[in-house]
């Protein structure tokens, strides 16, 4: 292998890996390369198999079919205290008879690593993690956060080349998930590892990842940056999974320089730029995220699209929900369809909220859209 291939190789390659229980085909012949110092998501509903990937990678189940690669090697042989891989459990699986130092210095022991070098060590770590003082401490004298911390240090303590995430912070409240989340972030920029993280929570991915992959019955159906995966999914499936989005179903009528005309029961005709790829197709989809949809009592000023072709729904505000900064909002039309809508909350009083039973006209521009071939 010449230098460049090999420095162009990814750190971890998956190739073709299948993985059966019974008749049931959790992982579908996946293929997936993940770079080196990459901070990687896997998202996906429940069943799709997203674990039973990470267990694979981990060496808790091994592939029916395929290769695991990591640095070039086969490690799918490779019993998972010998692969320069750990896993960080949802439920921590911490001991709760050992201190938050024996706790973390615990694979070290098990490797057989020098009492002087194993301290040293296990400092590094609770510095890194933040938890100095609390050494002595068992798992039941810590905080939800803490104990996370602690898990994350016994993760870290042998240096893996990859580190994986199943879950990790479920468990978590709002602000401490938040702040959590930032804190990984910030950990895996200063090691430079490769995180692996498992997840349903959608923000959580698209703030924490460099690449999302997307997972449906055991295949990944797109990888992505989060930008791209919500502003140009791949499938009308993925647009419907990722984040709250209108769709309507129709018929291209019409092709003119860059932009369609899509003939829908529910919109009536709706102006679709092709911003992203040909459409090949007849019917599509368009797609529409609620916060490129906006109100107002008239509709829009002859200016404000420019010169794109706007597209105007006249309706009826069903249902308002403030969120603080941003309020939501269901517009039904006359055919009966509902298009939510997500405006930002610029004035501190309620002087540009809409009311429920307020006749109001949703408008977006051509660029605003996208189309999903069915």
Same mark, same amino acid.
């Given at each position: 292998?010449?230098?460049?291939? /090999? &420095?162009?190789?990814? +750190?971890? =390659?998956?190739?073709? *890996? ?7 085909? %959790?992982? @579908? ?121 602690? /898990? &994350?240090?016994?993760? +870290?303590? =042998?240096?893996?080349? *990859? ?7 479920? %468990?978590? @409240? ?201």
């Amino acid at each position: 292998m010449s230098e460049a291939a /090999a &420095l162009d190789m990814p +750190l971890l =390659r998956i190739e073709g *890996v299948a993985k059966s229980f019974g008749n049931f085909r %959790a992982v @579908d012949r996946l293929s997936l390369d993940i770079r080196a110092g990459e901070f990687f998501a896997l998202l996906g509903p429940s069943g799709c198999g997203k674990t039973t990937l990470l267990r694979m990678l981990a060496g808790f189940e091994t592939p029916d079919e395929g290769r695991i690669l990591l640095g070039g090697k086969d490690i799918a042989p490779v019993l998972p205290h010998e692969r320069p891989v750990n896993m960080m459990f949802q439920n921590y699986a911490l001991f709760p008879h050992l201190s938050v130092r024996d706790n973390i210095a615990f694979g070290l022991k098990r490797a057989g690593m020098a009492r002087a070098e194993i301290a040293t060590r296990v400092a590094e770590l609770v510095a890194l993690v933040k938890l100095e003082g609390m050494e002595k401490r068992k798992p039941d004298q810590l905080s939800g956060g803490q104990r996370q911390r602690v /898990a &994350l240090a016994r993760s +870290l303590a =042998r240096r893996p080349q *990859v580190l994986l995430l199943d879950e990790p912070l479920a %468990a978590l @409240d709002k602000k401490l998930r938040e702040s959590t989340q930032a804190e990984l972030m910030e950990l895996q920029r200063r090691l430079g590892m490769t995180f692996i993280i498992v997840t349903h929570d959608q923000e959580e991915a698209m703030t924490m990842a460099d690449r999302i992959g997307v997972m449906d019955a055991g295949r990944l159906v797109q990888v992505a940056a989060p930008r791209n995966l919500y502003e140009a999914p791949a499938s009308r499936w993925i647009a419907g999974f990722v984040g709250d989005i209108n769709l309507f179903d129709g018929q291209v009528v019409s092709r003119e320089h860059g932009r369609l005309t899509v003939s829908t029961s529910e919109a009536g005709p709706l102006a679709v730029s092709e911003l992203w790829s040909p459409v090949t197709k007849e019917i599509v989809s368009v797609a529409i995220r609620p916060e490129k949809v906006k109100l107002s009592r008239r509709g829009p000023a002859s200016d404000e699209g420019g010169s794109q072709a706007i597209n105007r729904l006249d309706g009826v505000v069903i249902d308002v929900n403030y969120l603080g900064g941003v309020t939501t909002y269901k517009v039904k039309l006359e055919s009966g369809a509902v298009v939510r809508s997500s405006m930002a909350n610029t004035a501190r009083l309620n002087v540009d909220a809409y009311l429920a039973g307020q006749r109001v006209v949703a408008w977006f521009t051509a660029d605003d859209c996208l189309v999903l071939e069915q």
